[in-house]
């Protein structure tokens, strides 16, 4: 807003002066409206004349923006302008995921407490389905609605083209020409030139559609590659996770009672406190925030639940089944189906008994199982230790003038296509205590965990 003492026909009664043109290619280059008009009365008027000098000028606005030109009297020679700016409210229709850190937490508190008291007595003959029904009754009172009204990242259209893209800059250069023409005939000319741009250029953009298309169909192969979506996500599935018949290496053994190993307080009380906040959910829609606050509602029986399902060697069902996003590799072949990387989601309920069988059967492994080079998997060691340990390998084979050769091997996919049972000859493991087949009951590793449909991310 201001006085640019710059005359032009397009918002006033005066011809087009240097200093108007300049005005409105500066307009044009940066996507400046002018909010003037020439059927406004002149923003000036003194003794020697009237002009139309004083511009109001705005960008990026979405508002409807009236402008009028005041007739009250003012010290100045310039007229008062008044803007009026009218927005429009819109009610915005995208669903809101609550925070978990602005929820009413004690209403939520409330209704954990009374769904854990109401099923305070374990039934052991149903406990699967109890756990299936208390974690449907909390997820039911403390769910929330996803945001999914995102917008989708825009992408560049595969039959766009460096020649469209001239054409398209030479068309918009013409219009900001006939655009900005006072003078008619000279504008018709401009015009004429513009549309006939306009034309090739729309032309240019179905011939490009049409020979992209067809080089998309030489591509294509004669069979049938297409299939369902869910015929897509059991391919991909049973390639990266295929299914394996654990009977022919587990065996439940009826373990006594002596040799099982309790879950203390203290122990449930630390895995508890390090889960982390804000973390995806599994396919149960619990996060670990609301395991946080079952515990807390019943600390006891949370702790009964957990040893129960130790003691009877049992893993709850619904705490297997996985959430798998795939995420495409970077440069690959999406046609191929190693050339996805899965990302399993587990629930966050399960994670916990599961990181408690891992300590604990980590204490075990250390105690008689694990190699001494043993260096992957293991707390307190990593790839430095071992190529510390190769290096003093060959520095002393150096020592004693000796030849060393190393192997490295890598096998692709080793955890999902290899079944879980040791492969040592007999003699070089020691044996394992009694309690070993306690964590080789079926229900605890044996089974194949139940996979959801994946995602597609990336």
Partial sequence: MGDFNAKSPVWGKRREDKRGSHLINFCINNDIIIENSPDLPPTFDCSRGQSWIDLILSKNLNHDLALEVSDDISNSYHRLLQLTWEQEKIESTQKKGIKFNHSNWLDIKQAIFKIINNNSHLELHSLQQQIDTIQKEIFDKTSYAPNNNRKPNKRNTVWWTLELKIKRSKTRALRRLYKKESNDTIRNIKKEAFKKSQSEYKKLIIHTKTIKFKEFINKITTNNCFASIQESHEAILQFHFPLLDCREFLIDQNIPDSNFVAITIGELESVINNIKPNKAVGIDGIPGEVIKEIYLANPKWFLRLLNILLERGEFPRIWKIARVVLIPKEGRDLSQLRDYRPICILPCWGKILDKIVLEHRSFFLEKTILHPLQFGFRKKRSTANALHNIKGF?????????????????????????????????????????????????????????????????
């Fill in 394 to 458: 060959i520095n002393e084979a150096h020592e004693r003038r000796h030849v060393t050769c190393l192997v490295s091997l890598d096998v692709a996919n080793a955890f999902n296509t290899e079944k879980v049972q040791s492969k040592y000859p007999t003699g070089l493991m020691p044996r394992p205590d009694p309690v070993e087949p306690f964590y080789k009951r079926p229900s605890l590793l044996g089974l194949r965990p139940k996979f959801s449909y994946p995602s597609l991310c990336g």
